[in-house]
């Protein structure tokens, strides 16, 4: 096994070898492993806030849809009513 197949070690020059400090290599995976859970939790939190929007969406669109409803028909009824009068009053006028 060469110096170069050895962990912790480099080649430097014609056959030299330092040791690798060890303190660089886990340093910078654990920065990216904290700033992949961090957006891996940036993330989840977005996805959670996300489908609480949704879910509130459809409730307010429910409740438009019911007044939607409301309006239509109370707007009929009172169409129905005013044919109603007109009938009644035409009625009236007759006898």
Request: one cysteine or more; glycine letters at 6%; hydrophobic letters at 30%.
């Amino acid at each position: 096994m060469s110096g170069a197949d050895c962990p912790g070690t480099s080649q430097q020059g014609f056959g030299e070898y330092r040791e690798q400090s060890s303190g660089s290599v886990p340093k910078d995976s654990a920065v990216t492993q904290s700033r992949e859970e961090n957006e891996s939790y940036v993330l989840t939190s977005l996805r959670t806030r996300c489908k609480e929007a949704e879910r509130q969406l459809k409730v307010v669109q429910a409740a438009a849809d019911v007044a939607i409803s409301k309006e239509k028909l109370a707007a009929e009824r009172e169409d129905f009513l005013m044919g109603e009068l007109a009938k009644m009053s035409r009625d009236l006028i007759c006898k």
